[in-house]
Every structure is written in structure tokens, then in C-alpha cells.
């Protein structure tokens, strides 16, 4: 949390999260506006009417039956009650469409914000998931939009609402008398104005620190219960326990003294109301005549629903700081209508070659300063089969993820064909396949499986695919074919024979480029070299970026280099390589024995 207050953001010209839907949807907020203003006049009216009535007819006496009645102030009694009748009605009615349409327009607003938050996470996945722990993510759903809502049914509509009522009421008691008015002017302008803008200054720095404390419990708490097992295993529930105890005791702390300040608000804004009612009364005595006393009762008592149009100001108004801070977040994400138009862009232009560049390319885990990637550079011909060497935990693996836009670098540039790996999003299927160590086999057939590499394949392209990539002589000796269950993780195929599958998936996606990452791993060399030898061949004309330890079908790589601590050491043709390079004659040697 910075001490320093940020720039105002919520609703200046700025803001592109809350502030454009007044202009969305204006009829209808203009509407719930003119509701609420309606629901508060009918109350006063309706109390203006009771209070005439019931001065009226104790002073003629209506329901005394020994007097005798006059027609016309029967009349005048019998208009008050029907107009009594009448606010009675229309208030709650005004109430209910205000309550239900404000509602609707916060509900469709905050759809708007959460879908927007959507689009924004989503579309730069990559760098979300580096950014943003999964709690931060909670505390934006659940807290920051839930505060915009508040920010429009706590704040702004009381507050606009409120704000109308008192120029109308000024105005209304100017008309019988300025300096009376003048008065009140005063006494509401303390309650609307001055102690709302007192307790917004008195308790930013409070709520701000409220906030990030909730915000760091989500966090932890969320944190901790993905991580929970973790916890138990390590025998440490009860510093768990402890911690969490303690982070929820101090919002408790913050939450209390914001309580007291709000209970000490409310007594004195409910004295000022006193004061007011008081000289309302005493005025109205001194203005009416004598006969004309039924008219104060009306006065004072339709004074008292004001206080429920212009007692919510201050609250609303002293929350104000915890909104800002909402939209502040919000703001850091980021444009989603930006990023989209990047990603149409680069939609027109998908890859299709598959020329790889990696310029001054750098990355670290968020967790570590050690640089995985140290300022890589290297530049792959389209249709260029480079194996990439290196011990173990050198980052061949970290870059091929950087290439495919799982990582975000920390610095420099990855393109393919020249575009922006990182705006490729999810797109990136259809540009580069992987074939790892453990392809993912769902538990469907195998025609099923392949036809997952492209949806759109015809049943003939999706068979020619599973020929292709070697699995002719298992699947006709299968009864169903091609339409054999592979049960759950492929566990009815041989590791090779999975690794096919695989790369038939990757066939018919028909990708430029192909990440291979030590499939290999666990076959016998036979089915080892067999497998190299059908993906080679069913991969000529991609670019292919294949990570391996060891140099069995070597030969097809238009390219090798090693890889030592996050840079290449080594670079040139496998022949070259066995000429003139001592470690690559000794990994050859090996790999003959
Ligand atoms: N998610 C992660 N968080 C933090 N560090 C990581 C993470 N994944 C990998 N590393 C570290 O990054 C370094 C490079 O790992 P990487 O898997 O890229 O190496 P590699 O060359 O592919 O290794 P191998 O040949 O064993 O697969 C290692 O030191 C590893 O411990």
C-alpha cells in the first residue's frame, strides 16, 4: 500500500472502467434518479398530508361528535386523507422500481466489468498468470467489482438523489420564507456537504489500509488453501491457524475504529437534525396564523424523511477512497479493447512459415533473480531442424515455453515470421504443436483423439494423419480400427505408440512449427529410433525445435547448439559438429556404445 495518495482515477476522463457506462446506460440511470427522487417526496408528502390531517381534524373537531362539522372543512380533510391514501401508495411503489431498477443497471454494469476482466486476463494469459496470484484474481472479482456496485447503490445514486432533494426543499421553503430557507440551506449543507467531506479526509488513509489488509487475507488465504496439503504435511495447521487468526483480527481492528467514527457521524448529524426540526418548528409557529396551526404539524413532520435522503451522502461519500483504490486496480490491468485490436491485427497475419527469431531475450522466474534465459539470441530459417543440446537445467525446456507464449520473457523479443509470439494467444495451436514427454491422451478413441488436433479435418484427412505417423499396423489389427477405445491416459497403447498418437494430432493441425521435447524418454532405442525416424520424416518442411539429451537420429538436424547457462555456447551442422567438437564426438560415442 503506497502512503502517497495516487492520482484521482475513478470517474475523471481517464477512467475507462466505470465512467463510460453513465453514457451506456443514461435513460435508464436517469430514470432510477427521477424514481428516487419521487420516492422521496412522496414520503415527505405523505407525512406532510398526515400531519395536516391529524392537526386539521383535532382542531375541527371531526371526531368529536357532539360538534358540528363544517362542509368545507370536511372537505379539506377528506382531500388530506385521499392525498394521505395516495403517498401512501406511490412511496413504496417509487421505491420498488427504484430499488429494481438501479439494481438492474449496477447488474449490468458489473456483467460488463467482469466480462471485460475476463477478456483482459484472458487475452494476455501469459502474462496474468506470471502478474497476478490466483487470490489477486479473487480479490478483483470479489472485491473490487462488488465495490463498484456499491460505489453506484451506495454512493452515487443516494448521493446524486440527496443532493436533488435539497435544492428542491431550499427551494420550496424559499418560497414562503428566504431567511428560514437560508437557514436550512445551512444546516442540510453541514449534514450533505461539510461532514461527508470531513469524514472522506478524517478516514481515507484508514479504509485505504483496511483494504489491502482484506485484500492480503484473500490472498494469503487463498494461497494457503491451494497449497494445503503443504501445510498439513508439514505438521504446521496450527501457524497456519495463527496467521490467519492474526491477519483477520487486524481487518478487525481497522473495521472497529471505522465503526466508532460512523456511530460518532451519525449522533452528530441526527443533533443538527434536531436543531433543524426545532427551528422548523419554531418558525412555522411565528409564519402560520393562529388558524393556521395545522399547517406546522404538516411542516415538521414532513421534515423526517429527509433525513433517509440525506443520511446515506455520508456514508456513501466517506467510502469513496476504497472505490478509487478499486478503479486504480482495475486500471492496471490490462485494455482489453487494446489488446484486442493487437490480436485482430495479428489474427490476419498468423504464421505460417515458421521462421523463428529470439532477440536479446532474457527471463527469470518470478521467484528467482537466477536468469534462466540470459540474453539469448538466435535466429532459425523456416523449415530449419535445430536440435537444441545442453544439460540438464540449462532452460531449453523454459525457452521452448517462451517461444510458445506459456512464459512471458522478462525482456527482449520472440517473433515468428516476424510476429510477436506473446500476441499470438490463442491462436498459438495453430502455429506451433509440441510433442513432449507426456502427451495428453483423452479417454476416447483414437480417431477421436486425433480429430482433437483439428476439428474442422475431414474423417479421410484424420486417418491419413494416424497412417502417417506409423500407427497402420496396431490399428489394423485392432477390430474397431481406427475407433478403438484408448482408455483413460492411453494406458491400452505402448508409450511409442501414444507418442504417435500425438503426432498425428500434430499432423493434422498442420502447424509450421513443432516443439519436440524429449519424447523419447523411457522408450528402448529400437522404438526410440523408429519413432525419430516416422517424425522427421512426417514433419519435413516445419521448423522444428527439438530439445533432446542424446544424439540418436542426430543426423536429421539441420542444426545443433548447445545450450550452458541460459545462452547458446555452441552452434553449427551436426557434421561440423563431429569435426571439430570434442564433446559432441564424446555424446556421439556414447550414444553408439
Ligand atoms: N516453474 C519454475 N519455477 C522456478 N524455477 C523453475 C521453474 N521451472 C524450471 N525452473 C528452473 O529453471 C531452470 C531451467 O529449467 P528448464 O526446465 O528450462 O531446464 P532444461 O534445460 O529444460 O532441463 P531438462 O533438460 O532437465 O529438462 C532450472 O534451474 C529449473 O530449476
Same mark, same amino acid.
Not at 494416424?466 to 492411453?490: C, K, M, R, S, W
Not at 520424416?537 to 530439445?547: A, M, R
Given at each position: 500500500?503506497?502512503?502517497?495518495?495516487?492520482? $484521482?482515477? +475513478?470517474?475523471?476522463?481517464?477512467?475507462?472502467?466505470?465512467?463510460?457506462?453513465?453514457?451506456?446506460?443514461?435513460?435508464?440511470?436517469?430514470?432510477?434518479?427521477?424514481?428516487?427522487?419521487?420516492?422521496?417526496?412522496?414520503?415527505?408528502?405523505?407525512?406532510?398530508?398526515?400531519?395536516?390531517?391529524?392537526?386539521?381534524?383535532?382542531?375541527?373537531?371531526?371526531?368529536?361528535?357532539?360538534?358540528?362539522?363544517?362542509?368545507?372543512?370536511?372537505?379539506?380533510?377528506?382531500?388530506?386523507?385521499?392525498?394521505?391514501?395516495?403517498?401512501?401508495?406511490?412511496?413504496?411503489?417509487?421505491?420498488?422500481?427504484?430499488?429494481?431498477?438501479?439494481?438492474?443497471?449496477?447488474?449490468?454494469?458489473?456483467?460488463?466489468?467482469?466480462? $471485460?476482466?475476463?477478456?483482459?486476463?484472458?487475452? $494476455?494469459?501469459?502474462?496474468?498468470?506470471?502478474?497476478?496470484?490466483?487470490?489477486?484474481?479473487? /480479490?478483483?472479482?470479489?472485491?473490487?467489482?462488488?465495490?463498484?456496485?456499491?460505489?453506484?447503490?451506495?454512493?452515487?445514486?443516494?448521493?446524486?438523489?440527496?443532493?436533488?432533494?435539497?435544492?428542491?426543499?431550499?427551494?420550496?421553503?424559499?418560497?414562503?420564507?428566504?431567511?428560514?430557507?437560508?437557514?436550512?440551506?445551512?444546516?442540510?449543507?453541514?449534514?450533505?456537504?461539510?461532514?461527508?467531506?470531513?469524514?472522506?479526509?478524517?478516514?481515507?488513509?484508514?479504509?485505504? #489500509?483496511?483494504?489491502?489488509? $482484506?485484500?492480503?487475507?484473500?490472498?494469503?488465504?487463498?494461497?494457503?488453501?491451494?497449497?494445503?496439503?503443504?501445510?498439513?504435511?508439514? /505438521?504446521?495447521?496450527?501457524?497456519?491457524?495463527?496467521?490467519?487468526?492474526?491477519?483477520?483480527?487486524?481487518?478487525?481492528?481497522?473495521?472497529?475504529?471505522?465503526?466508532?467514527?460512523?456511530?460518532?457521524?451519525?449522533?452528530?448529524?441526527?443533533?443538527?437534525?434536531?436543531?433543524?426540526?426545532?427551528?422548523?418548528?419554531?418558525?412555522? /409557529?411565528?409564519?402560520?396564523?393562529?388558524?393556521?396551526?395545522?399547517?406546522?404539524?404538516?411542516?415538521?413532520?414532513?421534515?423526517?424523511?429527509?433525513?433517509?435522503?440525506?443520511?446515506?451522502?455520508?456514508?456513501?461519500?466517506?467510502?469513496?477512497?476504497?472505490?478509487?483504490?478499486?478503479?486504480?486496480?482495475?486500471?492496471?490491468?490490462?485494455?482489453?479493447?487494446?489488446?484486442?485490436?493487437?490480436?485482430?491485427?495479428?489474427?490476419?497475419?498468423?504464421?505460417?512459415?515458421?521462421?523463428?527469431?529470439?532477440?536479446?531475450?532474457?527471463?527469470?522466474?518470478?521467484?528467482?533473480?537466477?536468469?534462466?534465459?540470459?540474453?539469448?539470441?538466435?535466429?532459425?530459417?523456416?523449415?530449419?531442424?535445430?536440435?537444441?543440446?545442453?544439460?540438464?537445467?540449462?532452460?531449453?525446456?523454459? +525457452?521452448?515455453?517462451?517461444?510458445?507464449?506459456?512464459?512471458?520473457?522478462?525482456?527482449?523479443?520472440?517473433?515468428?515470421?516476424?510476429?510477436?509470439?506473446?500476441?499470438?494467444?490463442?491462436?498459438?495451436?495453430?502455429?506451433?504443436?509440441?510433442?513432449?514427454?507426456?502427451?495428453?491422451?483423452?479417454?476416447?478413441?483414437?480417431?477421436?483423439?486425433?480429430?482433437?488436433?483439428?476439428?474442422?479435418?475431414?474423417?479421410?484427412?484424420?486417418?491419413?494423419?494416424?497412417?502417417?505417423?506409423?500407427?497402420?499396423?496396431?490399428?489394423?489389427?485392432?477390430?474397431?480400427?481406427?475407433?478403438?477405445?484408448?482408455?483413460?491416459?492411453?494406458?491400452?497403447?505402448?508409450?511409442?505408440?501414444?507418442?504417435?498418437?500425438?503426432?498425428?494430432?500434430?499432423?493434422?493441425?498442420?502447424?509450421?512449427?513443432?516443439?519436440?521435447?524429449?519424447?523419447?524418454?523411457?522408450?528402448?532405442?529400437?522404438?526410440?529410433?523408429?519413432? +525419430?525416424?516416422?517424425?522427421?520424416?512426417?514433419?519435413?518442411?516445419?521448423?522444428?525445435?527439438?530439445?533432446?539429451?542424446?544424439?540418436?537420429?542426430?543426423? &536429421?538436424?539441420? #542444426?545443433?547448439?548447445?545450450?550452458?547457462?541460459?545462452?547458446?555456447?555452441?552452434?553449427?551442422?551436426?557434421?561440423?559438429?563431429?569435426?571439430?567438437?570434442? &564433446?559432441?564426438?564424446?555424446?556421439?560415442?556414447?550414444?553408439?556404445?
Amino acid at each position: 500500500m503506497s502512503k502517497t495518495t495516487p492520482k $484521482r482515477l +475513478l470517474l475523471s476522463k481517464e477512467d475507462t472502467w466505470i465512467r463510460p457506462y453513465f453514457k451506456k446506460y443514461k435513460k435508464l440511470l436517469a430514470l432510477v434518479l427521477f424514481l428516487g427522487l419521487l420516492t422521496f417526496f412522496s414520503a415527505s408528502a405523505l407525512m406532510f398530508t398526515s400531519g395536516f390531517l391529524i392537526s386539521r381534524s383535532a382542531a375541527i373537531g371531526v371526531f368529536n361528535a357532539t360538534l358540528p362539522a363544517k362542509p368545507e372543512n370536511i372537505m379539506k380533510v377528506y382531500v388530506a386523507s385521499v392525498l394521505t391514501r395516495l403517498f401512501g401508495i406511490s412511496r413504496p411503489a417509487f421505491r420498488y422500481f427504484e430499488r429494481l431498477g438501479s439494481h438492474n443497471w449496477v447488474l449490468k454494469m458489473t456483467s460488463d466489468i467482469r466480462l $471485460r476482466l475476463y477478456n483482459s486476463l484472458e487475452t $494476455r494469459a501469459a502474462k496474468a498468470k506470471q502478474n497476478y496470484q490466483t487470490g489477486d484474481i479473487m /480479490g478483483i472479482l470479489a472485491e473490487d467489482i462488488e465495490h463498484i456496485q456499491n460505489l453506484y447503490l451506495r454512493t452515487i445514486f443516494p448521493t446524486l438523489i440527496g443532493l436533488a432533494m435539497y435544492v428542491l426543499v431550499i427551494i420550496a421553503l424559499g418560497l414562503f420564507s428566504v431567511p428560514f430557507a437560508l437557514f436550512a440551506a445551512l444546516m442540510f449543507g453541514v449534514i450533505t456537504i461539510l461532514i461527508p467531506l470531513v469524514s472522506v479526509a478524517v478516514n481515507q488513509a484508514r479504509i485505504y #489500509r483496511r483494504k489491502a489488509k $482484506r485484500h492480503e487475507l484473500y490472498t494469503e488465504l487463498t494461497d494457503s488453501i491451494l497449497g494445503v496439503g503443504d501445510w498439513q504435511y508439514s /505438521g504446521r495447521q496450527a501457524e497456519f491457524l495463527e496467521r490467519y487468526n492474526q491477519s483477520e483480527a487486524s481487518v478487525r481492528e481497522e473495521e472497529a475504529a471505522l465503526n466508532k467514527h460512523t456511530r460518532l457521524r451519525n449522533v452528530l448529524i441526527q443533533f443538527i437534525y434536531g436543531v433543524l426540526i426545532i427551528g422548523l418548528f419554531i418558525w412555522a /409557529g411565528t409564519y402560520f396564523a393562529p388558524d393556521q396551526l395545522n399547517w406546522v404539524g404538516a411542516f415538521v413532520l414532513a421534515a423526517f424523511p429527509l433525513m433517509d435522503a440525506f443520511n446515506p451522502i455520508a456514508n456513501g461519500v466517506t467510502e469513496m477512497p476504497l472505490y478509487e483504490d478499486s478503479a486504480q486496480r482495475l486500471h492496471q490491468l490490462p485494455n482489453p479493447d487494446e489488446e484486442a485490436l493487437k490480436e485482430k491485427h495479428v489474427l490476419e497475419q498468423l504464421p505460417t512459415t515458421g521462421a523463428l527469431s529470439f532477440k536479446d531475450v532474457v527471463f527469470h522466474y518470478p521467484d528467482s533473480n537466477k536468469l534462466v534465459v540470459n540474453h539469448f539470441d538466435l535466429e532459425v530459417p523456416s523449415g530449419e531442424v535445430l536440435a537444441v543440446l545442453g544439460k540438464s537445467g540449462t532452460g531449453k525446456t523454459t +525457452l521452448s515455453k517462451i517461444l510458445r507464449g506459456d512464459l512471458l520473457a522478462t525482456s527482449g523479443e520472440i517473433t515468428i515470421d516476424g510476429v510477436d509470439v506473446s500476441l499470438i494467444g490463442d491462436d498459438m495451436s495453430k502455429v506451433i504443436g509440441v510433442l513432449n514427454q507426456a502427451p495428453h491422451i483423452f479417454d476416447t478413441t483414437i480417431f477421436n483423439n486425433v480429430r482433437m488436433g483439428n476439428m474442422a479435418a475431414s474423417d479421410e484427412e484424420v486417418i491419413q494423419a494416424i497412417y502417417q505417423a506409423g500407427l497402420g499396423p496396431v490399428v489394423d489389427e485392432l477390430p474397431n480400427g481406427v475407433h478403438t477405445f484408448v482408455e483413460e491416459g492411453g494406458k491400452r497403447f505402448s508409450g511409442g505408440e501414444r507418442q504417435r498418437i500425438a503426432l498425428a494430432r500434430i499432423l493434422l493441425q498442420n502447424v509450421p512449427v513443432v516443439i519436440i521435447d524429449e519424447p523419447t524418454i523411457g522408450l528402448d532405442p529400437i522404438t526410440e529410433r523408429a519413432l +525419430l525416424e516416422t517424425v522427421f520424416e512426417v514433419l519435413k518442411g516445419k521448423t522444428v525445435f527439438w530439445i533432446t539429451h542424446h544424439l540418436v537420429s542426430i543426423q &536429421h538436424a539441420d #542444426r545443433v547448439i548447445f545450450m550452458e547457462d541460459g545462452q547458446v555456447k555452441m552452434d553449427g551442422t551436426p557434421q561440423e559438429l563431429k569435426a571439430t567438437n570434442e &564433446h559432441f564426438k564424446y555424446l556421439l560415442s556414447l550414444d553408439d556404445a
